[in-house]
């Protein structure tokens, strides 16, 4: 009798057991927490047991904006999200709905923060600020052309000017000399 009750006991708690499982997450790529180093293009999350081809997850920035996911597929346990661009630095929540093998609607949350190391993001930092330089630069070197240009035409044509203006002067010079030698010759 005692076998009978102990095997009944643990038929229901089997059973009981069974009927209450939901499929849960049992890992993911990022883990919760998890501080990423690397590029991250593809979040990966895997159940305790097969679910449905209509479950889905969204991933959002700290701000609440939500990040698009290019494609979403499902392999037995398996959700694979890849992302339409590698995420930049910041904290990231992923919010899955998934329906498991039981028919329950489930839903979980996992969190993780990008944290890139500085020489990727600083060097396309450098790499617009050198651009940034260079046409700063080469625009500097155009209006440096440009108000050198300008000041040798305005030069060439005070040159031209005072070129023409200087034997005009020693015309008129030349003139008053001789008329007043002439007056005074006359005179005499």
């Known amino acids: 009798m005692k076998k009978i009750f102990i095997a009944a006991f643990l038929f229901i708690f089997a059973s009981t057991t069974n009927a209450f499982a939901h499929t849960h997450l049992a890992g993911s790529t990022p883990e919760?927490?998890?501080v990423v180093t690397e590029?991250?293009?593809e979040i990966t999350l895997t159940f305790?047991?097969?679910i449905e081809q209509s479950s889905s997850f969204k991933l959002s920035d700290s701000e609440g904006q939500e990040i698009p996911i290019e494609t979403i597929s499902i392999n037995e346990e398996i959700m694979t999200g890849t992302l339409a661009a590698p995420l930049e630095n910041g904290e990231?929540?992923?919010?899955?709905s998934i329906i498991g093998a039981d028919g329950h609607l489930i839903e979980e949350e996992i969190s993780f923060t990008v944290n890139l190391a500085e020489t990727a993001t600083s060097?396309?930092?450098t790499n617009d600020t050198q651009q940034s330089e260079q046409d700063t630069t080469e625009e500097v070197e155009q209006n440096s052309d440009q108000a050198a240009s300008e000041t040798v035409a305005e030069e060439t044509e005070s040159n031209e000017e005072s070129s023409t203006f200087i034997p005009v002067?020693?015309?008129?010079?030349?003139v008053v000399v001789i008329g007043a030698f002439?007056?005074?010759?006359?005179k005499k």
């Open 32 to 34: 919760n927490g998890e």
């Open 39 to 41: 590029e991250l293009s």
């Open 48 to 50: 305790e047991g097969k």
């Open 92 to 96: 990231y929540v992923v919010n899955s």
């Open 123 to 125: 060097t396309e930092a």
């Open 169 to 174: 002067i020693i015309i008129v010079l030349l």
């Open 182 to 186: 002439l007056m005074m010759r006359r």
